[in-house]
T-cell receptor, first 113, second 114 residues
Framework: SQQGEEDPQALSIQEGENATMNCSYK?????LQWYRQNSGRGLVHLIL?????REKHSGRLRVTLDTSKKSSSLLITASRAADTASYFC?????????????FGAGTTVTVRA | EAQVTQNPRYLITVTGKKLTVTCSQN?????MSWYRQDPGLGLRQIYY?????VTDKGDVPEGYKVSRKEKRNFPLILESPSPNQTSLYFC????WGTGGNIQYFGAGTRLSVL
């Protein structure tokens, strides 16, 4: 079953602008991950944030996690055309022992030159 | 190069004709998984395997079979494909547990069942 829900479903921005997308989930988590998918290709892992962390950075990516609100956000700063892709959040459930990853439906980001 | 390899990349078949999609990883990962991706639904897990000879159902296992006889291979079998199994399929592998289950994905198999 889907755990995460991304918002917005689609986002169009100008090159150089920042892109922010959000993920909400339903159950307690062990960690939350963000993946990128270029059109029709396999997903690529971007960043993992554990349930006891509040913020994490990786290059132009910034992820925040608010476990009290069961939500996370992904910020891409100074966007480039190459950032055009779909972005998915995925959660690992704290309760289950199988480290199963549950994906949301994704946010499609288009960066206009 | 560390990778997950799926074959074939594209497949068109007819209803009822058994098919197998192969998946192989060279990273010595214990955990392997199959997903299907449909528009607006994101990725849904079909089956997963936590080690050799250990497999379990994901969220949408109906109509699929898997086996894990070797650590590196995790084939997906459709015994009698139906049109509702037309989808984009991904295999993934990971070091589960304390590694946080960061998954490495194959390039995908686009399946059309007529």
């Amino acid at each position: 079953s889907q755990q995460g829900e991304e918002d917005p479903q689609a986002l169009s921005i100008q090159e150089g602008e920042n892109a922010t997308m959000n993920c909400s989930y339903k159950t307690s988590i062990n960690n939350l991950q963000w993946y990128r998918q270029n059109s029709g290709r396999g997903l690529v892992h971007l960043i993992l944030i554990r349930s006891n962390e509040r913020e994490k950075h990786s290059g132009r990516l910034r992820v925040t996690l608010d476990t009290s609100k069961k939500s996370s956000s992904l910020l891409i700063t100074a966007s480039r055309a190459a950032d055009t892709a779909s972005y998915f959040c995925a959660t690992v459930n704290r309760v289950s022992n199988d480290y199963k990853l549950s994906f949301g439906a994704g946010t499609t980001v288009t960066v206009r030159a | 190069e560390a990778q997950v390899t799926q074959n074939p990349r594209y497949l068109i078949t007819v209803t009822g004709k058994k098919l197998t999609v192969t998946c192989s990883q060279n990273m010595n990962h214990e955990y392997m998984s199959w997903y299907r991706q449909d528009p607006g639904l994101g990725l849904r897990q079909i089956y997963y395997s936590m080690n050799v000879e250990v497999t379990d159902k994901g969220d949408v296992p109906e109509g699929y079979k898997v086996s894990r006889k070797e650590k590196r291979n995790f084939p997906l079998i459709l015994e009698s494909p139906s049109p509702n199994q037309t989808s984009l399929y991904f295999c993934a592998s990971s070091l589960w547990g304390t590694g946080g289950n960061i998954q490495y994905f194959g390039a995908g198999t686009r399946l059309s069942v007529l």
